[in-house]
């Protein structure tokens, strides 16, 4: 039997104490205490001291330590007494500043005045020693099966076997922490399993004026909380916007800047998602190498570090896109950072809403203020008039209203040819057509809006005389049911745009990113997500959460994850855009073939979809570059 006792933490301080008073000792000279030990540093201490109890004021102290091997050991204090009026006190233990370490006493003798050069009366016994696991390793305990044949069913372990168990402890410390690259429009969450570095790092391609993000999964894998940093180096440092995507609705989806805020936590046996946004913006043409490094604060965890590397092609995206890029803003024109953050996306629609007619926000001269805060003349704006709806349908009364709004629009310098009236949502009915017609008898210049096909093309030709534009959901696109209205919509002659619905942070990010490349393939003349919205950061049971952005303590906007991909897929559209042209002007049929052909692959792929949309912006890239 043995007395087995570890030391979880720094402050950990255990001792056996015994002390004897001074009646008990009388005139006795010397005192010897005489163990059989056994730890795994030379920290395990046997010691006699006088004038108090071990752990207080001691006085005349004298001890020896163990040799730190995993093996018995006879460990021998002996006391010359300086006062036979004080006690002596006895110990056996470790001190503060000791973690990690662990301990066993055997034998105990304790001798007054012993025989000078004798031998404490020890059996000796060299009889294998088996401990709990959690005094050994106390952090592999919950998972010794892990340990293999170093431990027993109970969970107990061969003292002896310590040096082992230390090193395979070690070796599951570091496999406790794991990262890899994934593809970036993976849906990933908590429990996401983390599969290891491949040793090929993070590495990225884009044109200059361009932006994209990959994601790095981090894993711990220990049974408590971990805190880690992460550090950027080298020349890429300066391209890349490393984010802590922090959970909404349980779904990593908010980036938390780690530039100016460096340190982050993942919870126990959890998975954390990091965001490497890349911006390139005017960066020379060349390859950018560094760095990425994650730091535990634990120490006995290694840092981890993987390359990075930037390229930048000598191909510049344009500032402007070719068609139309609406995200349903809801006024967001008069909010500065999300107006910069439509613009720096290239958004070119921007929206209006009007609930009321004659209440808050339904003043007229917000048209103006949101025109004067919009640069240049290549927008276009949506009035969405929520009122009309409401009341059953356009009444004569809102001829007026209509008449005052048109003046505005003029006053700031936009024509009928740059907006539109979105009067219903996503409805094809008998109140929207007589509306629409009412409109139109009024004011025929006014063009209207619609969302919505009807699966009867009959429909779509019966409202084609009264509206200007065809925006059916994306998922109409391609749909055996609604075939021949898209056809009928298209033979109109009327523009045609497409919109996705529904953003939501558990929506899977690939279809904001793959949205503008069918939008390319049908060759539709405008590309929406609905909506621009910020999302709630507490919402209520059942109730949906819509919204792409966030807003951060300040009122500003933070672009959100699937932001970042819906714009970078705007950006895909300007590649395939850019290599169409080259192949028209060098007369490249083959080149000509390419846009179309990855757009086929890229809307065609489901697993791996962000690693087949890399792999087609590196063909167009490398068409461009040619």
């Not at 010359?80 to 006895?90: E, G, K, L, N």
């Amino acid at each position: 039997a043995a007395l087995v006792f570890g030391m979880p933490t720094m402050k950990s301080w255990q001792f056996l104490v015994f002390d004897i008073p001074a009646e008990r000792l009388g005139d006795a000279r010397t005192v010897r205490l005489t163990a059989r030990v056994m730890g795994t540093r030379p920290n395990l201490a046997v010691l006699l001291g006088e004038s108090g109890s071990w752990g207080n004021v001691v006085t005349g102290v004298t001890g020896a330590n163990n040799s730190g091997q995993p093996q018995w050991e006879t460990v021998t204090a002996l006391l010359t007494r300086s006062d036979r009026s004080t006690m002596v006190t006895a110990a056996i233990g470790v001190d503060y500043n000791s973690q990690g370490v662990w301990a066993a006493i055997g034998e105990i003798v304790l001798e007054i005045d012993p025989p000078a050069n004798s031998q404490p009366a020890l059996s000796g016994s060299s009889e294998a020693l088996f401990v709990p696991l959690a005094a050994i390793a106390p952090e592999q305990a919950a998972e010794a099966a892990r340990l293999g044949d170093l431990v027993d069913a109970s969970g107990y372990a061969a003292a002896a076997a310590s040096d082992e168990i230390a090193a395979a402890a070690a070796r599951l410390a570091q496999e406790a922490f794991n990262w890899q690259i994934v593809d970036n429009l993976m849906v990933v969450g908590p429990d996401t399993p983390v599969n290891g570095d491949d040793g090929r790092g993070f590495a990225m391609r884009l044109p200059q004026n361009a932006a994209d993000a990959g994601i790095l999964l981090a894993r711990n894998d220990t049974d408590r909380p971990q805190s880690y940093m992460l550090r950027l180096s080298g020349d890429a440092a300066a391209l890349v916007e490393p984010s802590l995507l922090r959970l909404i609705d349980g779904v990593p989806d908010l980036p938390h800047s780690l530039k100016a805020d460096p340190v982050f936590e993942i919870g126990r046996r959890q998975t954390a998602a990091l965001e490497l946004a890349v911006a390139t913006g005017d960066a020379a043409p060349g390859v950018y190498a560094g760095t990425l490094d994650i730091i535990p604060a634990d120490g006995k965890f290694a840092v981890r570090s993987m390359p990075l590397e930037i390229t930048v092609d000598p191909v510049r995206l344009p500032d402007v896109m070719p068609i139309r890029v609406y995200n349903w803003d809801y006024g967001a024109a008069l909010d500065p950072s999300t107006r910069d953050l439509l613009l720096e996306s290239r958004v070119n629609v921007f929206s209006i809403p009007f609930f009321e007619m004659d209440a808050p926000p339904a003043d007229l001269g917000r048209i103006g203020e949101a025109v004067r805060a919009l640069p240049g003349d290549g927008f276009e704006l949506t009035i969405e008039v929520w009122f009309v709806r409401a009341s059953g349908g356009w009444k004569p009364e809102y001829n007026a209203w209509l008449d005052r709004l048109t003046a505005t629009l003029a006053e700031a310098g936009l024509g009928y040819d740059r907006w539109y009236l979105h009067i219903y949502d996503e409805q094809l009915h008998r109140e929207f057509l007589d509306s629409a017609r009412a409109i139109q008898a009024h004011d025929p210049k006014v063009r209207i809006f619609s969302d919505m096909l009807d699966r009867d093309p009959a429909v779509v030709e019966q409202f084609a005389p009264y509206l200007a534009l065809w925006c059916p959901v994306a998922g109409h696109i391609g749909s055996p049911i609604f075939k021949d209205s898209f056809a009928a919509a298209r033979a109109t002659g009327l523009p045609v745009w497409t919109y996705a619905c529904d953003a939501m942070p558990q929506q899977a990010p690939g279809g904001y990113r793959t949205l503008p490349w069918l939008a390319w393939r049908e060759k539709l003349d405008g590309c929406s997500f609905w909506t621009a919205r910020t999302v709630n950061f507490r919402t209520e049971p059942g109730k949906p959460n819509y919204g792409i952005n966030y807003l951060d303590a300040a009122g500003n906007v933070i672009a959100g994850r699937r932001w970042k991909m819906w714009r970078a897929g705007l950006e895909d559209y300007l590649l395939l855009d850019l290599v169409a042209a080259k192949a028209a002007r060098d007369n490249d049929a083959e080149l000509a073939r390419l846009p179309g052909r990855l757009a086929d692959q890229v809307l065609a792929a489901t697993a791996d979809q962000g690693k087949v949309v890399a792999e087609a912006r590196r063909q167009l890239l490398e068409a461009l570059s040619r």
